[in-house]
């Protein structure tokens, strides 16, 4: 990792985005994905999961960052991959996590949330559950996410609801086909006492290669904006939607790219990038098993130093929403071939149109862990392979079975 001059100093004062703009000591927002394993293969997957890479880290290597984010006074970590749950540790995580002041949301697709694990969630302080559900029917959930995987969302809900655990949250990311149903989604939380959140669709991992028939059309994006406006204070949007503001006003949530400057993510195998859906080698900032750990990474790998400047209007600078809307996702950009101070992909303006319009290289995934025979359309597994069930020799372990390597859990 290169060390690089001094990032500039954060003002005195000003608004919160002002402040953000120039970093923070430790992320306010870290995912943290423990695996690439996943059960499922989701069409859209931005981490485009599916096989463990054997490089994992270990046990020990995880409670150590888990030490170091305790150090660092990062107060609560989002946790995915992947299926986190797939790890035979995962729970035994959540529990250090918690006992070391460290908070855990995780991201799961519900299929291993039994209504035992449900309980032990019930009893356990400063852990959050986020359920991802594309679909409020089991014919557009199942589209993206695979067949079956709307009715083990449902049974995880009705799990934790059973349970007793309050407030889970449906995780859904917000497609073509699924804009129509946004009243549907809130019925849905409110029926399990959960909280929605809505997520924007990014061109990240496997999201790049469906981008073009899922992302939301132009009108779609003034059906989101409105129902927000009016129904969004109960929502959760995260820094989703900031670019929806050049519509008029800014919408609740982080009006602002946090990449490198108050979010980052750390992948299964220590690396750290600038963002979830920036998993890129030009987005990598260090790995944290390298020395100074995560700490060193975050504040002063050269990467984000340079994220944490100001953002240059370039193309949006005579544009009059460029106050709210900041030209948008920094990762939408990259991942659809427009110059990083081009508008976004999605501009309500039109200028992410007329970009898309013009010649423009797209870069190609620098990661991939799909699975090398994907089953998409065909019944999804929802219950793991072992090892020993797999009759045909491997070309590689891993390639077949994303637990290879690892002992069945119960
Ligand atoms: S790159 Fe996009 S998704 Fe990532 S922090 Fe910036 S705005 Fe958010
Ligand atoms: S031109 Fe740029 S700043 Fe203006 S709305 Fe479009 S992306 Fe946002």
């Not at 954060?10 to 120039?22: D, K």
Request: hydrophobic residues 35%; glycine residues 8%; contains cysteine.
């Amino acid at each position: 990792m290169t060390l690089i001059q001094p990032a500039p100093a954060r003002p005195q004062g000003g608004t919160l985005v002002e402040q953000f703009e120039f970093g923070l000591d430790a992320p306010i927002c870290l995912t943290w994905e423990l695996t690439y394993a996943c059960n499922l293969e989701c069409a859209h997957c931005l981490s485009s999961s599916g096989r463990r890479d054997p490089r994992e880290l270990t046990t020990q290597q995880c409670e150590a960052v888990i030490d170091e984010l305790q150090r660092m006074q990062v107060f609560y970590v989002n946790i995915g991959g992947g299926e986190p749950t797939i790890r035979p540790d995962f729970w035994h995580l959540l529990q250090y996590a918690v006992d070391h002041q460290v908070g855990v949301k995780f991201s799961t697709n519900g299929s291993r949330l039994t209504p035992e694990k449900a309980r032990l969630l019930a009893s356990t302080d400063y852990v959050d559950v986020q359920i991802s559900l594309d679909g409020a029917t089991a014919e557009v959930n199942d589209y993206v996410r695979g067949p079956g995987s709307f009715d083990t969302a449902i049974r995880a809900l009705q799990n934790l609801q059973d349970a007793g655990f309050r407030d889970a949250k449906i995780s859904v990311v917000c497609t073509r086909q699924n804009i129509g149903q946004l009243d549907e989604f809130k019925a849905l939380a409110d029926a399990y006492g959960a909280t929605l959140r809505l997520t924007r669709l990014r061109p990240s991992g496997r999201g790049a290669d469906v981008w073009d028939e899922l992302h939301p059309l132009p009108e779609q994006q003034r059906e989101l904006y409105d129902w927000l406006m009016a129904n969004g204070e109960n929502v959760l949007t995260g820094d989703s939607f900031f670019h929806l503001a050049a519509f008029g006003d800014s919408l609740p949530g982080l009006n602002l790219c946090g990449a490198g400057r108050v979010v980052c993510l750390i992948d299964p195998v220590g690396d750290v990038y600038a963002c979830p859906f920036a998993i890129h080698d030009e987005f990598l900032a260090g790995n944290l098993l390298d020395e100074g750990g995560f700490q060193r990474v975050w504040q002063d790998s050269e990467l984000f130093r340079k994220l944490r400047n100001p953002t240059a209007g370039g193309a949006c600078s005579s544009c009059s929403f460029f106050d709210t809307c900041r030209g948008g996702c920094m990762a939408a950009k990259f991942f659809t071939g427009i110059p990083m101070d081009g508008p976004d992909p999605e501009c309500v303006q039109g200028y992410g149109a007329t970009a898309l319009a013009e010649a423009r290289s797209v870069p190609t995934a620098s990661k991939d862990h799909s699975k090398r025979n994907p089953t998409r359309n065909r019944p999804v597994m929802l219950t793991l392979r072992r090892r020993e069930d797999i009759t045909a020799p491997p070309v590689s372990a891993c390639a077949v079975n994303p637990l290879a390597g690892f002992a069945p859990t119960a």
